[in-house]
């Protein structure tokens, strides 16, 4: 089994930066892919990033590329998502997730969610 916690949400204004961390209980963390995904009010859940089990591949949606980046500690069985150049748009409730194959479209495990507010 795995446990994941959100965190690092907030209020930013434009321009401004924002760390998710989502952190996970569980020895098996580690064999697992990982990724970010965000829901605003009256929108579908979309896949921000993902990183796979080694930290050896990355992905990002066209909308955040160049901005945000993802990474993971192992050591510390947490993922982060640094979020750059923040946007309105960027508003939305982040939720981390976990998979045993990467790319598989089957998530494992799913966090609470992280609010994150961008204003104008």
Known sequence: QVQLVESGGGSVQTGGSLRLS??????TFSSYAVYWFRQAPG???????????????TSYANSVRGRFT???DSAKNTVYLQ????????TAV?????????????????G???????SS
């Open 43 to 57: 929108k579908e859940r979309e896949r921000v990033s993902g990183i796979t089990s080694t930290g050896g591949r």
């Open 22 to 27: 989502c952190a996970a209980s569980g020895r």
């Open 83 to 90: 979020m750059n150049s923040l946007k309105p748009e960027d």
């Open 94 to 110: 982040y939720y981390c997730a976990a998979g045993a194959s990467w790319n598989s479209g089957r998530y494992d495990y799913w």
């Open 112 to 118: 609470q969610g992280t609010q994150v507010t961008v």
């Open 70 to 72: 993802i990474s993971r």
